[in-house]
């Protein structure tokens, strides 16, 4: 789970773990972890959804590996599939720590987003745009 499976997309977050997310071993807090995976799918969303969204479901997390201080975290975030108003969205974590250039694969999971009206109901989605990078 190296450099070579790497995402090739654009990354949703980028951050750095820092000493206030750690549990008393010294690794970074898994919930923290979770917490930016869902900041990144919901980034993706609400430019898919042109905007509010709202995270309904998520499926399992396992962790390979643990995250230490000072590591880069990269979340990658995609569409994988489209309802009326949800999106099913894949969602990575990476990690590269402060003095090398290999990444690895922390973890992943599936996140289900709904889009929402002005009074938090679900919309439908409107028609998707062409995908443009800036």
């Known amino acids: 789970m190296q450099n070579d499976d790497y995402p090739t997309c654009n990354a949703a977050i980028r951050?750095?773990?820092?000493?206030?997310?750690t549990n008393p071993a010294g690794d970074i807090f898994?919930?923290?972890?979770?917490?930016?995976?869902?900041?990144?799918?919901?980034?993706?969303?609400a430019r898919r959804a042109r905007?509010?969204?709202a995270t309904v479901a998520v499926d399992s997390f396992t962790f390979h590996q643990p995250v230490k201080v000072g590591?880069?975290?990269s979340v990658f975030a995609n569409i994988i599939r489209e309802g009326r108003s949800s999106m099913h969205l894949h969602v990575e974590a990476w990690r590269r720590s402060r003095e090398a250039e290999e990444r690895?694969?922390?973890t992943e999971a599936t996140f289900v987003f709904v889009a929402l009206d002005e009074d938090g109901r679900p919309r439908p989605l409107p028609p998707a745009m062409a995908d443009v990078r800036s």
Do not use: I, S, Y
């Open 71 to 73: 590591d880069e975290v």
């Open 15 to 21: 951050t750095t773990a820092m000493p206030a997310d």
């Open 104 to 106: 690895h694969k922390v």
């Open 51 to 53: 905007g509010r969204c």
């Open 30 to 45: 898994g919930g923290w972890l979770m917490a930016q995976m869902d900041l990144a799918a919901g980034n993706v969303a």
